[in-house]
């Protein structure tokens, strides 16, 4: 079939806005960079806080599994 030989190739449309993608990551500052790598880590962090309220089995059942994990963990 013609149309699945194509379907892994990008669109003639979606190659250059990939190449202007990385040419916008080249002009962010260092600064720019680690201040939204914090925000995301900061909303990380509450994403999983309220995960953890609001599932507490959950959360628990995944503290355990952590910690046996760390148990086994060869340095």
């Known amino acids: ?3 699945q030989e194509h379907r ?3 669109s003639p449309r ?3 806005a990939l190449s202007r ?3 916008g990551a080249q ?3 260092e600064a720019e960079r680690r201040r939204r790598r914090a925000r995301f880590l900061r909303e990380l ?3 999983r806080a309220l995960r953890d309220r609001v599932q507490p089995r959950r959360a628990k059942a995944a503290r355990l599994r952590h ?3 760390m ?3 060869r340095w």
């Open 1 to 3: 079939m013609p149309d």
């Open 8 to 10: 892994d190739d990008p």
């Open 14 to 16: 979606e190659a250059p």
């Open 21 to 23: 993608g990385r040419a």
């Open 27 to 29: 002009d962010e500052t």
């Open 45 to 47: 962090a509450e994403a």
């Open 67 to 69: 910690a046996m994990r």
């Open 71 to 73: 148990r086994t963990f």
